[in-house]
């Protein structure tokens, strides 16, 4: 995958420009394993081993002191200077040893080579398409489902109700109320509170001095 993106990022030549230099090389390679495989170029090859044997040339030159021409060995000879004059065994032998065709033949088993056909796979994928158009889409935010939470989180920030709702949280006599709802002096006031609203206590019953002192205080505190 690092390889995909280094070839998105353009560190590798155009797509275009090797895919068309491979090609004519794969063109004349073609034609070299055509020739490589015809009947022609086999036929030459047997005839140049044959015409290039000792054995050949011994009895060639015991039949030139006879009669040579004619003769069988004359016929292949014939033949075999024939097919060196074809313009496909030519092109064979000249291409077999170019510098083409070892360039080519040492990129098609390259790790490079292996690389891009990876590349060209993967650039002509769906999962290549899909990244591609996500990355050029400009909206593409705003067709995730976070952007639709995000959408509703305006909405609902913008109602009048929630504006009020934390434009009071902030005030400063929340903040106090809250602080007092969780004191311990409100929570003994309303203990005190329960008990001075006891039948007990209005019977006149109670006989804590400390008890009616503490119910006065608590009273007199501005923060209950």
Same mark, same amino acid.
């Given at each position: 995958m690092a390889g995909a993106f280094r070839f998105m990022l353009g560190f590798y030549p155009k797509t275009e420009a090797i895919e068309t230099k491979r090609q004519n090389?794969?063109?004349?390679f073609n034609k070299l394993k055509e020739i490589e495989t015809s009947d022609e170029l086999s036929r030459f090859l047997?005839?140049?081993k044959?015409?290039?044997?000792?054995e050949f040339l011994e009895r060639k030159k015991n039949l030139q002191n006879l009669t040579?021409?004619?003769s069988e060995e004359h016929l292949k000879e014939e033949e075999y200077l024939r097919f060196k004059k074809m313009s496909d065994i030519k092109f064979y032998y000249k291409y077999k040893g170019s510098k083409e065709l070892a360039d080519y033949l040492g990129t098609?088993?390259?790790q490079e080579l292996a690389e891009y056909k990876t590349l060209k796979n993967f650039v002509q994928s769906d999962a290549y398409k899909t990244v591609y158009d996500y990355l050029n889409d400009k909206k593409r935010f705003e067709r995730t489902p976070e952007f639709? *939470? !995000?959408?509703e989180y305006l909405s609902i920030?913008?109602?009048p109700s929630f504006k009020n709702y934390f434009k009071f949280i902030g005030l400063r *006599? !929340?903040?106090e109320y809250l602080k007092v709802q969780q004191s311990p002096d409100l929570e003994r006031f309303q203990q005190l509170e329960n008990f001075v609203k006891s039948g007990e206590f209005c019977s006149g019953k109670i006989t804590s001095r400390k008890g009616i002192q503490e119910v006065g205080r608590l009273c007199q505190n501005e923060r209950i």
């Open positions: 090389l794969l063109n004349e047997h005839l140049q044959l015409v290039v044997s000792p040579f021409k004619g098609e088993k390259s639709k *939470q !995000y959408k920030k913008e109602n *006599q !929340y903040q």
